[in-house]
């Protein structure tokens, strides 16, 4: 089997790549190790809409859309309320299989090969350059795929990214989440999200609900120490406003899957092999949303992968612009965002109490009322921070993270 790209991954980052670079008329294959695109689901599929648009993706087909967001309100573990309310609906829930699929049937229709049920085991290497992979299909033995660029799509697991030789995702930015189905959510709005903050529920990121139009949500946390499912539990039946909202649902469905926070990994290049996505840790540190961001980078990637294999240049030097190019666009806001997780967990509970009482007392919510930009929050901070009660909140933040610090 001849291939120029063998792209390891059905997932939001692998299709985007594919789909991008098959469009500029590159034989493209896509090597997924499940059955079907999308399951299982992990996600919560909370995404911005702005950086959906443009992307090219929004609107999306009838049904990928669960709900949209003009509001998210902040609860502290005792229950103290930060509320936003914007101008206009900002974020959108997407059912992550349809979204995935739908992904996928946008990369087919411009040429891109998919293989279900394939495993990509290990890389072909040959003199320092990746030129194939190793693909399991079931019992069948094992077939060697040539290609001329592998791209690694593989999500947070990263192991051909290690075989590559590349960082991978950093351990110490590692939080374990689950993500759970529920039914019969009470005391929601309709159209914002509830956030719960504090080590109590969620030490290390935060737990949401991010409710639908029928009565169900989507619930879920991650932690960076101790068993999600219990703290899961902890909040359904502890916390103040939680327990109001989830006294009575039912859980449905349940998954559990890690997040990477520490920021993208230095390196995502090397000889005839780019890694996208999760397996780059290309994820917002503040959040733990990697779709936008993933999906970003696989579109420069796609960009560099079209004009190495029209030069013929694969090698590790050519590739590297796409590490460039990823740097200019999202390296500024990473950074800031890795300042305010780093930030967020040296908060105790009791000083995020106070923090969101701040904020509700000045008015915080009414300045950030304009808001559309969600993923690159570096920007996002320095436009708010022109209102007096954003600075005011900065300064009084800032003073709270000298004195965690002191
Ligand atoms: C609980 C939870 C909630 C989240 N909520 C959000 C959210 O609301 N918004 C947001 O933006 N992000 C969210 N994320 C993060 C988001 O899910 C990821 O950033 C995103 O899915 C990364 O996309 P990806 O394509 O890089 O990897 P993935 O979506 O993980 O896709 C990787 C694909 O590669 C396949 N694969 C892996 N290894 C192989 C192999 N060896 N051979 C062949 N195929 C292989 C997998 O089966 C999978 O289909 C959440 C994550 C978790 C855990």
């Not at 990473?334 to 009482?357: G, Q």
């Not at 901070?381 to 954003?390: D, G, H, I, N």
Request: one cysteine or more; glycine letters at 10%; charged letters at 20%.
């Amino acid at each position: 089997m001849q291939n120029a790209v063998v792209v390891v991954g059905g997932g939001p980052a692998g299709s985007f790549f594919a789909y991008e670079l098959a469009k500029r008329g590159v034989t493209v294959s896509v090597f997924e190790e499940h059955p079907k695109v999308g399951v299982p689901s992990h996600c919560a599929g909370h995404l911005s809409i702005r950086s959906l648009k443009s992307l090219g993706l929004y609107p999306l087909p009838e049904g990928v859309v669960e709900n949209e967001f003009s509001g998210a309100n902040f609860y502290s573990p005792n229950g103290a309320k930060f509320a936003v309310h914007l101008s206009s609906p900002v974020t959108c829930a997407v059912n992550r299989v349809l979204f995935d699929r739908y992904l996928a049937e946008k990369a087919q229709a411009v040429g891109v090969r998919y293989f279900f049920g394939s495993r990509v085991s290990s890389l072909l290497i040959d003199d320092g350059f990746v030129n194939g992979v190793n693909v399991a299909q079931g019992d069948k033995v094992e077939m060697q795929v040539p290609a001329k660029l592998v791209v690694d799509a593989e999500g947070i697991s990263s192991r051909l990214t290690r075989q590559a030789g590349l960082p991978t995702p950093k351990r110490e930015g590692l939080v374990y989440a689950v993500e759970a189905e529920v039914e019969n959510v009470q005391n929601v709005e309709e159209h914002a999200v509830e956030v719960y903050v504090g080590n109590d529920y969620a030490p290390g990121l935060y737990a949401w609900l991010i409710p639908r139009l029928d009565g169900t949500a989507k619930v879920g946390l991650a932690t960076r120490s101790g068993n999600p499912k219990e703290f899961l539990q902890r909040l359904m039946r502890r916390h103040p406003v939680a327990s109001k909202q989830l006294g009575n649902a039912k859980i449905s469905q349940i998954a559990f899957h890690a997040i990477t926070l520490g920021g993208p990994v230095s390196r995502a290049y090397g000889n005839g092999f780019l890694a996208v996505g999760d397996c780059a840790s290309q994820v917002k540190s503040t959040t733990g949303g990697g779709v936008v961001f993933g999906v970003t980078c696989a579109k420069f990637a796609a960009e560099v992968a079209s004009q190495a294999l029209r030069d013929g240049d694969v090698s590790a030097e050519f590739l590297r612009l796409y590490q460039k190019r990823c740097d200019d666009a999202l390296g500024f806001d990473v950074r800031v965002m890795l300042k305010i997780r780093e930030f967020l967990n040296k908060l105790s509970d009791e000083k995020m109490d106070k923090a969101l009482r701040f904020a509700a007392r000045t008015g915080l919510g009414g300045a950030l009322r304009d808001i559309e930009e969600i993923d690159f929050q570096g920007r996002t901070l320095f436009t708010v921070l022109k209102k007096p009660s954003a600075y005011a909140a900065l300064v009084y933040f800032a003073s709270l993270y000298l004195s965690a610090n002191a």
